[in-house]
DNA sequence: GCCAACGTTGGC
DNA sequence: GCCAACGTTGGC
């Protein structure tokens, strides 16, 4: 069992839109695997970067308001996704192969709402918030990394307990 | 609905 | 291996 180079976890942020899985569907869920991801460098942080203990903003896309609605936390490491092999799936992959899987996903549970969502224009305004990479220009990932100094400030903001 | 930014594909 | 064309994302 390979230790974490790191006591401390890591932290990230996840894209939906509520429209397709928002935060409402996390806590009707209780416990959900984030599939569907097909770009490959969100592959790779799914793979190997992402891990059970790990804290993930999630993040209404194409919403309104877009926003930081909730926290949420890794409960599975990276495994194979299994829509890439469902044929009934819109992520079917037919080029996926099944002793080598291309695409990934983890498992995560609804950890709490935050008492005050923050959308973008909120996040903005905040300076601790300048380098998100949420806010960057073109910044699509849908799976992105946060910062410790990040996630404490979006914590506050939202008036979260933690 | 528009369109800028980006990732992927495929011709060469 | 380059790069134009294409499809997608996602804020506005």
Redesign the pocket.
Same mark, same amino acid.
């Given at each position: 069992m390979a230790k974490r180079a790191s006591a401390s976890r890591s932290h990230w942020l996840f894209?939906s839109e509520p429209e397709t899985y928002g935060w409402q569907h996390l806590v009707r869920d209780r416990r959900t695997f984030w599939g569907g991801v097909?770009?490959?460098?969100a592959r790779n942080l799914l793979r190997d970067s992402i891990k059970k203990g790990d804290g993930v903003l999630f993040y209404h896309?194409?919403?309104e308001p877009?926003a930081i609605v909730g926290v949420a936390e890794v409960v599975a490491d990276g495994y194979p996704d299994p829509t890439q092999f469902d044929r009934a799936s819109p992520y079917f992959d037919k080029d996926s192969p099944r002793d080598a899987p291309r695409w990934y996903c983890v498992d995560i549970v609804p950890v709490t709402a935050l008492a005050v969502p923050l959308d *973008?224009d909120r996040l903005r305004g905040e300076p601790a918030l300048a380098d998100m990479m949420l806010l960057k220009?073109?910044a *699509?990932?849908?799976v992105q990394p946060v910062t410790a100094a990040e996630w404490r400030t979006i914590l506050r903001l939202g008036r979260v307990d933690a």
């Open positions: 894209k097909r770009n490959f460098q896309s194409s919403a877009t *973008r220009r073109g *699509r990932l849908s």
